[in-house]
């Protein structure tokens, strides 16, 4: 979703909304019967961008959640959301003692590396960015300055941690945790008979949230545990809902889409659902095709840690290793042809080194053992489609193409090249699947800019075949298998290029679809375990500093309170409202008092060290990702 179209839905969405607006305050023409009980209005402030909405139309199915559960047929009920509540209470103590401790260990996360930018920026200075030290063993290390993505907490913000087209997801899913969340407070509040005034929704920008209005006299006067049902049940909601979306995504459930006409192809490659419209890839990669390696990696398989190769080939760290990847492999060409060649590409710097390789054809070629570097024409040699461990021969200046893993593997007069790291330079193997959408660009296109690379052949897919060659699975056709050259960040290519494992197996199906619910249940889940920490964090206007607050006076009133004046069966029992609010009334919050002044203290105490860890955390993270940049 481009800016100017961005621009456009939410005019158009501020003009409805304000339209809205004005229609329910409108003066009626005649008088009309009025309810109090059932009274929405909708508010709108443009200087804020604030929209509001307030009913009272849920009150009635409120009063009626607490009829039911007053009722002696319905007391089991009761008892067990009792009990179920009892436990998102415990639940919700730990999950404040886990925010707090989150929020504590990124910060400290976020000054390390801090720290780190600084001592390598002012004290470490001697080698520039970019540049590449050798060790002995032949292992290098490659100061990137990559932004380290192992933090606790990582905000998203459209455009710079998620891209604009999935604002539709993360406003849904907000909306949905939302309502997940006061569905909490609904279901427990009525449980207490707690009368509901009223239920909101109300949209600050873009940022959506949902609020109940209960009745605070009868509210105060509970017993401290019953609060702290009502307080934590919306946090627990968020957290039951996360659980079962994550078991839900943990049971296999991709296979469903085989009964709806998606294949997973998964064996095999990953399935182009879309390429950005201003990427030099999409005149290149056709929808629907699938791409079968990633320079020697294949992507027919989950690497060691169960994590996408996909995801993790093109998010690693320059120079860093790829988990159970094949040996380094380079080429075997003409010694002497090799050494002729120039060598001022490979004069690399901190300001040269990602320009080079649009500035030039030729690219920077190195000797496996490191000897010596010169520039050549990559294209003829990397994008043969066999440039795989075990392929066919193919010729290359007169001589036969073969891999190798250091010069012994070639001919005497041969030696073993492979491309120089800061050369940026990604072989991606594509092979044309069952179909290309109407109107999608065929795979033999123009070449890309300085590296043009279409060279295709009869190629292969699955196993080798008796004798050395490749074969296709029964279950694919054969089809002309290409190599795309791509020089520059393999990153680009992972944000520029969506893939699935899934592929449909009819032109009416959408190719995105998977990936759309895959994205949206993703970000579901996000939300909902982000809305139950986040929300139990001890701030103010948050659940989590009334949970402190009340959970301090328990405390405070329990060890004031001799286990003589506490009356159990008033607390089981539901027959009799009266003594049940007496009981609540005694052991409700004191007006005055020590354990108050300590509960205040305690509540004022933590939420302030809460912001300020949150700001300090705030700062280091703008602070860390400015040095990184």
Sequence with gaps: ?????????????????????????????LPFHTSESSSTTLTFQ?????????????????????????????????????GFYTLGSILGVLGMVAALGLLLWNTALLAGATFSHFHRYYYDNTRPSGIVKRHADGGTDVADGSYDSAFALRPIIPGLTAPFSELPFIFLSLLIGQFVHEAGHFVSSALHSIPLLSAGFSLVLVLPSAHLSLASTPLSSLHPKQKLHIISAGCFHNLLAYLLLLSLSRAGLSTLWSYVGYEDVSAWGRVIVHVDEDSPLRAHLPIGSVITYLDDVPLNATDSSGTDPWDTYLLRSLGSSYPNSPAQLGWCVDAAWYQAQPDHCCSFS????????????LSCFTSVDFLNEHCIDPVPLLTHPFSTPKSPTHQFHSNTQRRCTANSACFSTET????????????????????????????????LPAFPSDMSSNGALGGLDDDGKFS?????????????????????????????????????????????????????????????????????????????????????TSSQTSPADIDLEALDSRADDRRRNLQSQRWGMADSGPSVRVRDMGTAAAGTTTMVLMGACGALGLLNWLLAG
């Design 1 to 29: 979703m481009s800016l100017l179209t961005a621009f456009i839905l939410l005019s158009v969405a501020a003009y409805i909304i304000r339209s809205l607006s004005k229609w329910l305050h409108r003066q009626p023409t």
């Design 46 to 82: 443009p200087r804020n961008l604030h929209l509001r909405v307030q009913t009272s139309l849920l009150n009635p199915f409120h009063d009626y959640l607490s009829a039911l559960f007053s009722t002696k047929q319905h007391s089991r009920l009761a008892s067990v959301l009792d």
């Design 350 to 361: 901190s300001s040269s080194s990602s320009a080079q390789n649009t500035s030039s054809s």
């Design 472 to 556: 296709l699975p029964s279950s694919i056709p054969s089809t002309d298998e290409h190599v795309i050259l791509w020089s520059g960040p393999r990153a680009e290519v992972y944000d520029q290029v969506e893939v699935s494992n899934l592929l449909p197996s009819y032109p009416f199906l959408p190719s995105y679809l998977p990936n759309v619910i895959a994205t949206f249940s993703s970000y579901l889940q996000l939300t909902m375990l982000s809305l139950y920490l986040l929300n139990l964090l001890p701030l103010p206007f948050l659940d989590g500093s009334q949970l402190l607050s009340v959970l301090l006076h328990l405390i405070s």
């Design 416 to 447: 073993c090249i492979q491309p120089h790291l800061l050369s940026h330079l990604l072989r991606i193997t594509v092979q044309s699947s069952y179909r290309h959408d109407e109107g999608e660009r065929s795979p033999s296109a123009s070449a």
